[in-house]
């Protein structure tokens, strides 16, 4: 009886934690979305990864560079539908990432990666943010883009791996420019 109890609480229970979520300013978004790179003016299919903690870009020719100063970075973007045209960033911060088992190079003596780390403005659905996101060559992936959980704070999201494409093609409002 008492389990019987139990389980009716929690089916009656269940709807109401997903109004809680969605008055919380939460979007459910799915496993996989579009991403629109408002800088790069490029729409990416993104794998969003609550186990991962940055968000990476599928780059090539990763170079840095002084410019007034400052320490920039140069790239390619490595996607199919990339034109051929460099693209220049300021460096945020290296980020180190931990090597999976089979990128571990014991006569490295190094159990991370030092990746670039560049600032790009990304709006998922309706939703527009400027995340982190390191530079690293992720053609062997099937996305270019990946959210890691970090970002996906940043776009108070919710990710239901059944879903994909729930949030549909980006559609943010363009940015407001402020009167000077």
């Known amino acids: 009886m008492q389990l019987r109890l139990t389980t009716l609480l929690l089916l009656f ?6 109004v809680t979520a969605q008055a ?7 496993l996989n979305e579009y991403a629109h790179i408002g800088e790069l003016d490029e729409v990416l ?14 780059a090539r020719d990763i170079k840095r560079f002084k410019r007034d100063g400052e320490t920039w970075v140069r790239f390619y973007l490595a996607t199919d539908s990339a034109d051929r045209e460099p693209i220049e960033r300021p460096l945020a911060r290296i980020s180190k990432i931990k090597r999976r088992h089979g990128d571990f190079d014991p006569d490295e003596d190094k159990a991370y990666t030092a990746r670039p ?25 099937q996305y270019p883009l990946l959210i890691g959980s970090d970002a996906l704070k940043r776009f108070g999201a919710l990710v239901d791996p059944s879903l ?12 407001k420019k402020t009167a000077e």
């Open 13 to 18: 229970l269940l709807p109401a934690l997903g």
């Open 117 to 141: 780390v560049i600032e790009l403005e990304v709006c998922l659905g309706k939703v527009r943010r400027t995340i982190e996101v390191n530079l690293t060559d992720r053609s062997a992936f």
């Open 24 to 30: 919380a300013g939460k979007t459910v978004y799915g």
């Open 164 to 175: 994909k494409y729930a949030a549909g093609q980006p559609g943010c409002p363009l940015a």
């Open 45 to 58: 299919a993104a794998k969003l990864d609550t186990g991962a903690k940055t968000a990476s870009l599928s």
